[in-house]
């Protein structure tokens, strides 16, 4: 079992900046690919980044390119999304996930956090 917690979410005005922890307890931390999604409510959820397993490689949804950055730290079991220039349309809940192998799915996610974006 791998557990999830996220935070850092709260309210910000379009144009300001985030940054989202994760952090993960349980199996080992680095086996897995970790990544982040989001949800408003009455829609499906959807894939905002990805970091592979030894940080050799990164994944942006089109919608948050060049505005938001995935980072790990293997040390410190924790995944990280820094959101720059946020709009409102980046209003929803994040969550955390994490996988060994994301073709077959997402193994763990965490509760998620909120992020609200005013404009």
């Known amino acids: 079992q791998v557990q999830l917690v996220e935070s850092g979410g709260g309210l910000v005005q379009a144009g300001g900046s985030l940054r989202l922890p994760c952090a993960a307890s349980?199996?080992?931390?680095?086996?897995?690919?970790m990544g982040w999604f989001r949800q408003v409510p009455g829609k499906v959820r959807e894939f905002v980044a990805a970091?592979?397993?030894?940080?050799?490689?990164?994944l942006y949804a089109d919608s948050v390119k060049g505005r938001f950055t995935i980072s790990r730290d293997n040390a410190k079991n924790t995944v990280y999304l820094q959101m720059n220039n946020l709009k409102s349309e980046d209003t929803a809940v994040y969550y955390c996930?994490?996988?060994?192998?994301?073709?077959?799915?997402?193994?763990?996610w965490g509760k998620g956090t909120l992020v609200t974006v005013s404009s």
């Open positions: 349980g199996r080992t931390f680095s086996n897995y690919a």
């Open positions: 996930a994490a996988g060994t192998n994301w073709s077959n799915g997402i193994d763990y």
């Open positions: 970091v592979s397993w030894n940080i050799g490689s990164t």
